[in-house]
T-cell receptor, first 117, second 109 residues
Framework: DGGITQSPKYLFRKEGQNVTLSCEQNLNHDAMYWYRQDPGQGLRLIYYSQIVNDFQKGDIAEGYSVSREKKESFPLTVTSAQKNPTAFYLC????????????????FGPGTRLTVL | QKEVEQNSGPLSVPEGAIASLNCTYSDRGSQSFFWYRQYSGKSPELIMSIYSNGDKEDGRFTAQLNKASQYVSLLIRDSQPSDSATYLCAVDNTDKLIFGTGTRLQVFP
């Protein structure tokens, strides 16, 4: 059963705590992405990785950290430095990094809804 | 800042009608364009991709691309209540996608 899995589905965090969101894919995709979505908003890119042991900041990387030690895994840590972390977090992957003219597409996991109490 | 613009809606259409969703983008260098459908509380799912000027049809969905005018649209024929969702337009930007904020479509019986 191939796809992208994210866990947990719902996550509650107290202020000042770090939390780590899991993203795993068994599609053999090289590229993986983390997005944040706020109510009524589009997707904003947090971090992305085109290859193992390498990743780049997206548009809203402050207060977040990632690692890419394995091809199939791209965990996201929401640190206490993130001032407003309550949001819907989406992980995505694609065969290769998106390039102009590429026909690769991104596929999304089911998401993790994080709430800060 | 490269941008992708969509009307937030809601766009309300009766069942059986054609729904027309539009998207404009700012980067003339973009070459790959995608439409995703997102049901409330769920993750986006890919509906269509288009790379060349003109129309691309897949079942009830038609994507239209006009690079000269920098817009891409999605037509949904014979709209059904199950099509009610938010439709996200995405455009390539170097090595990632930029998403619009989405258009909410409501199909009423």
């Amino acid at each position: 059963d191939g796809g992208i899995t994210q866990s947990p589905k719902y996550l509650f965090r107290k202020e000042g705590q770090n939390v780590t969101l899991s993203c795993e894919q068994n599609l053999n995709h090289d590229a993986m992405y983390w997005y944040r979505q706020d109510p009524g908003q589009g997707l904003r890119l947090i971090y992305y990785s085109q290859i193992v042991n390498d990743f780049q900041k997206g548009d809203i990387a402050e207060g977040y950290s990632v690692s890419r030690e394995k091809k199939e895994s791209f965990p996201l840590t929401v640190t206490s430095a993130q001032k407003n972390p309550t949001a819907f977090y989406l992980c995505a992957s694609s065969i290769d990094s998106i390039r102009p003219g590429s026909t690769d597409t991104q596929y999304f996991g089911p998401g993790t809804r994080l709430t800060v109490l | 800042q490269k941008e992708v613009e969509q009307n937030s809606g809601p766009l309300s259409v009766p069942e059986g009608a054609i729904a027309s969703l539009n998207c404009t983008y700012s980067d003339r260098g973009s070459q790959s364009f995608f439409w995703y459908r997102q049901y409330s509380g769920k993750s986006p799912e890919l509906i269509m991709s288009i790379y060349s000027n003109g129309d691309k049809e897949d079942g009830r969905f038609t994507a239209q691309l006009n690079k000269a005018s920098q817009y891409v649209s999605l037509l949904i024929r014979d709209s059904q209540p199950s099509d009610s969702a938010t439709y996200l337009c995405a455009v390539d930007n170097t090595d990632k996608l930029i998403f619009g904020t989405g258009t909410r479509l409501q199909v009423f019986p």
